[in-house]
């Protein structure tokens, strides 16, 4: 625990740069260095092969979905440990197939959350909240006793906070109950992959001994 609680007020920092639009990977390495990237990384509870095998399902999905969607709509793709979360807006229910459909044929994708809603496209200011809502709810996790921030991955659609990541059923259940307490947020969808007390108790002991390395 003494390592999240010393990395608590620089990931802070982080976070709240990323509310307002800046580069997250960057604003990271600005306000807590090099060192604590890469220690974020290997406290991630997704193996490193998962890490880069989520890195070229976004490049793929974004670029497929964009080149299939054009100006009809508006897709954010996410992946976690493999699965991926797909929202936004699209105007129709054919649209709405055809994204998930091609989302699907990318390599290494192990299921998908269809939550695209069939509307006009959303309003920058609208996408402007969202990313606010995101930051809040993540500097509410470094805040939050007993959460591990960096286990839990926030995208906020329409003030719809959906939160993916690999964590217990009391971790889950926690990190519903602080989102819901952010201002701005709607509703709270949990897409999580649940593990055990025992695989988090391993998960620990793994990336302590890759932190003394």
Request: hydrophobic share 40%.
């Amino acid at each position: 625990m003494n390592k999240w609680t010393r990395l608590k007020r620089p990931l802070a920092a982080a976070l709240l740069c990323g509310s307002v639009a800046i580069s997250l990977q960057g604003c990271i390495e600005m306000a807590v260095g090099t060192a604590v990237v890469g220690t974020l990384a290997a406290t991630d509870r997704r193996t490193f092969g998962a890490q880069t095998e989520d890195k070229a399902i976004l490049f793929k999905g974004e670029t497929r979905v964009a080149n299939l969607v054009g100006n009809a709509g508006h897709v954010n793709v996410t992946s976690f440990n493999r699965k991926v979360l797909l929202t936004g807006e699209v105007r129709d229910e054919a649209m709405k197939a055809a994204v998930e459909r091609e989302v699907a044929n990318i390599e290494g994708v192990q299921s998908i959350v269809n939550d695209l809603e069939i509307a006009g496209v959303s309003s920058f200011t609208s996408r402007s909240n969202d990313s606010l809502v995101t930051g809040k709810v993540k500097a509410a996790f470094v805040d939050a006793k007993d959460l591990y921030a960096n286990s839990i991955k926030v995208v906020t659609e329409r003030g719809t906070v959906y939160l993916m990541g690999r964590v217990t059923q009391r971790e889950g259940q926690l990190a519903a109950e602080v989102a819901r307490g952010v201002s701005g947020v709607n509703r709270v969808v949990k897409v999580f992959e649940y593990i055990s007390d025992d695989d988090l108790k391993q998960l620990s002991r793994t990336s302590d001994d890759v932190i003394r390395k």
